[in-house]
């Protein structure tokens, strides 16, 4: 069955260290969406790619935070300085988008438990 | 701003006891809204969706309904293996966004 792979699938730092996670999506799908999980907050988006243009990142601290699609193959996020407060599971999903602006269902990767101490 | 709620938080039931979760919305230019079950230590994975008001879908002991403002997950006679997050999500313009979901525990 194809699937979302994300690496890695846990990831332990030091406050003010980089991090990054990186994201395959399901091969034929155009669209990438990376959203943060945390008991309190639930998930949240943090940016949306179609068609490896970024669409929306108005849910991700600009100071620290970015995310990159180098090819179709890849999504990238990472963390600039990392913060503890940056604590969460991070999800990466992909999808398909026929009409901008329209998505069909996502499929969810398994996530990135990171942990900044 | 857009808003998804959900209710309950958290919702426990007896085998066999049917009942219904809520997602309410407020979204301008509803695209279409998804129901995602999630699993412990897994991500969400898709179960509906639904695009116009009156339309419903169906799937096992699950069927999901659209009203203008809500849609309801109904749960008819549950099993053990139902317990899980269920998730809605409201589809704008360029965005997915989430509720915090209701926690569903089914006991034996």
């Known amino acids: 069955d194809a699937r979302v792979t994300q690496t890695p699938r846990h990831k332990v730092t030091e406050m003010g260290q980089e991090v990054t996670m990186r994201c395959q999506p399901i091969?034929?799908?155009?669209?990438v969406f990376w959203y943060r999980q945390t008991m309190m907050q639930g998930l949240e988006l943090l940016a949306y790619?179609?068609?490896?243009?970024?669409?929306?990142d108005s849910g991700m601290p600009k100071d620290r935070f970015s995310a990159e699609m180098p090819d179709a193959t890849l999504a990238t996020l990472k963390i600039q300085p990392s913060e503890p407060r940056d604590s969460a599971v991070y999800f990466c999903?992909?999808?398909?988008?026929?009409?901008?602006?329209?998505?069909?269902?996502?499929?969810f990767g398994s996530g990135t438990q990171l942990s900044v101490l | 701003e857009d808003q998804v709620t959900q209710s309950p938080e958290a919702l426990r039931l007896q085998e066999g006891e049917s009942s219904s979760l809520n997602c309410s919305y407020t979204?301008?230019?509803?695209?279409?809204l998804f129901w995602y079950r999630q699993d412990p230590g897994k991500g969400p994975e898709f179960l509906f969706t639904?695009?116009?008001a009156g339309e419903e879908k169906e799937k096992e002991r699950l069927k999901a309904t659209l009203t203008k403002k809500e849609s309801f997950l109904h749960i008819t006679a549950p099993k053990p293996e139902d317990s899980a997050t269920y998730l809605c999500?409201?589809?704008?313009?360029?965005?997915?966004?989430f509720g915090a979901g209701t926690r569903l525990t089914v006991k034996p």
């Open positions: 979204v301008s230019g509803l695209r279409g």
């Open positions: 091969l034929g799908h155009n669209t």
């Open positions: 999903a992909s999808g398909r988008s026929t009409t901008p602006g329209l998505n069909e269902k996502l499929f």
């Open positions: 790619f179609r068609n490896r243009a970024p669409l929306d």
């Open positions: 639904l695009y116009s």
């Open positions: 999500a409201v589809q704008a313009w360029n965005d997915m966004r």
